[in-house]
T-cell receptor, first 115, second 115 residues
Framework: DQQVKQNSPSLSVQEGRISILNCDYT??????FLWYKKYPAEGPTFLISISSIKDKNEDGRFTVFLNKSAKHLSLHIVPSQPGDSAVYFC??????????????FGTGTRLLVSP | DAGVIQSPRHEVTEMGQEVTLRCKPISGHDYLFWYRQTMMRGLELLIYFNNNVPIDDSGMPEDRFSAKMPNASFSTLKIQPSEPRDSAVYFC?????????????FGNGTRLTVT
């Protein structure tokens, strides 16, 4: 049973436009959410995160929005660049004193930004 | 900082053979994780260690899988005997709880193909 779902396996966007990657979750005990970015033949790298007490976190071109009532979060990339082409994983952790030991990942969305 | 180092990068083996994947975490990190990536299930946590001690192996799919961490700078994931359904990319990751719940740092993975 997938607790973190990324229903769009792929997304194509033109350079300069906005990319919106979506993630839904089912476990209301999640208290922290992360996005990881993965290039081919490399491991995932941390991109941006958000605590469940916030609804928005921004870092340069990347913004994550959290809608707790809908159990939905999204990653916005503005403007999109060809170098953003990668697989993006949404991840979540259960609240409490567990740290990041029990991250639950989605299946990933492949973003292709064309020039 | 050399990052998390995994070997080999690729492994092709025949069904029934033993496979050993290796990982060197980032120096000073006290947590080590083994993940498996598949198209259907995304990134799944197999097992994690804290200070070289296995804490949670509930993600290990079967008794054919075993993991060890004999010291702070080395871990192995062994599959014996291997089966075609074990084909996946296996990632090792490490983190430091002392650094304020720092996100996981992943290695570049081992792509395992079992024929």
């Amino acid at each position: 049973d997938q607790q973190v779902k990324q229903n769009s396996p792929s997304l194509s966007v033109q350079e300069g436009r906005i990319s919106i990657l979506n993630c839904d979750y089912t476990n209301s005990m999640f208290d922290y959410f992360l996005w990881y970015k993965k290039y081919p033949a490399e491991g995932p790298t941390f991109l941006i995160s958000i605590s469940s007490i916030k609804d928005k976190n921004e870092d340069g071109r990347f913004t994550v929005f959290l809608n707790k009532s809908a159990k939905h979060l999204s990653l916005h990339i503005v403007p999109s660049q060809p170098g953003d082409s990668a697989v993006y994983f949404c991840a979540a952790k259960v609240g409490g004193n567990t740290g990041f030991q029990k991250l639950v990942f989605g299946t990933g969305t492949r973003l292709l930004v064309s020039p | 900082d050399a990052g998390v180092i995994q070997s080999p990068r690729h492994e092709v083996t025949e069904m029934g053979q033993e496979v050993t994947l290796r990982c060197k975490p980032i120096s000073g990190h006290d947590y080590l994780f083994w993940y498996r990536q598949t198209m259907m299930r995304g990134l799944e946590l197999l097992i994690y260690f804290n200070n070289n001690v296995p804490i949670d192996d509930s993600g290990m799919p079967e008794d054919r899988f075993s993991a060890k961490m004999p010291n702070a700078s080395f871990s192995t994931l062994k599959i014996q005997p291997s089966e075609p359904r074990d084909s996946a990319v296996y990632f090792c990751a490490s983190s430091s709880r002392l650094k304020g719940n720092s996100p996981l740092h992943f290695g570049n993975g081992t792509r395992l193909t079992v024929t």
